[in-house]
T-cell receptor, first 109, second 114 residues
């Protein structure tokens, strides 16, 4: 079967750094996506990795290791507005997205 | 304003009733998707369409049907609603295939089946 694992919930402090991990076992691999979802809203795209390494985009970075089936999303200089769920998704051999259950990130002042 | 719209925003439905959730996009994307999102579970694909005139089954297609008569519209129909179909339904669109073709999501429809 296909499986995406993420921690259910994490807590961090405003201004700090947090790393959200994602491990996956899927039928094929054609890229990994991170999305942000605020409560009651739709998911919005954050990042895409298809090759090993780090992709940086402002305060957010995403890392991929295909050999380990592992990715992380790194959020720096945390702000209160970063309180949201972060969804990891892998595009499988059929080019469909397989989604993790999401990590709820709580930011405390 | 470019994007995806869904209707209705929310609905309470009696079990056994028929219901169509509407989805329209104006980004001229070829691919469209219907997901359901339940607490503690990831988004699960119900049906998809890679281009107008074609549709495919996702992970949880039973009890749902779709049509894709044109590029812009992708309605989802529940023929006879059951309480287990209580969920938040998201429609999404993208360009299909390789590359960083991210999916864009509509605002969702919150459906309660009693």
């Amino acid at each position: 079967g296909q499986n995406i694992d993420q921690p259910t919930e994490m807590t961090a402090t405003e201004g700090a750094i947090v790393q959200i991990n994602c491990t996956y076992q899927t039928s094929g691999f054609n890229g990994l996506f991170w999305y942000q979802q605020h409560a009651g809203e739709a998911p919005t795209f954050l990042s895409y990795n298809v090759l090993d390494g780090l992709e940086e985009k402002g305060r957010f970075s995403s890392f991929l290791s295909r050999s380990k089936g592992y990715s992380y999303l790194l959020l720096k200089e945390l702000q209160m507005k970063d309180s949201a769920s972060y969804l990891c998704a892998v595009r499988d051999k059929d080019y469909q997205l397989i989604w993790g259950a999401g990590t709820k990130l709580i930011i405390k002042p | 304003i470019a994007g995806i719209t869904q209707a209705p925003t929310s609905q309470i439905l009696a079990a056994g009733r028929r219901m169509t959730l509407r989805c329209t996009q104006d980004m001229r994307h070829n691919a469209m998707y219907w997901y359901r999102q339940d607490l503690g579970l990831g988004l699960r694909l119900i049906h998809y369409s890679n281009t107008a005139g074609t549709t495919g089954k996702g992970e949880v297609p039973d009890g749902y049907s779709v049509s894709r008569a044109n590029t812009d519209d992708f309605p989802l129909t529940l023929a006879s609603a059951v309480p287990s179909q209580t969920s938040v339904y998201f429609c999404a669109s993208s360009e299909p295939g390789q590359g960083s073709n991210e999916q864009f999501f509509g605002p969702g429809t919150r459906l309660t089946v009693l």
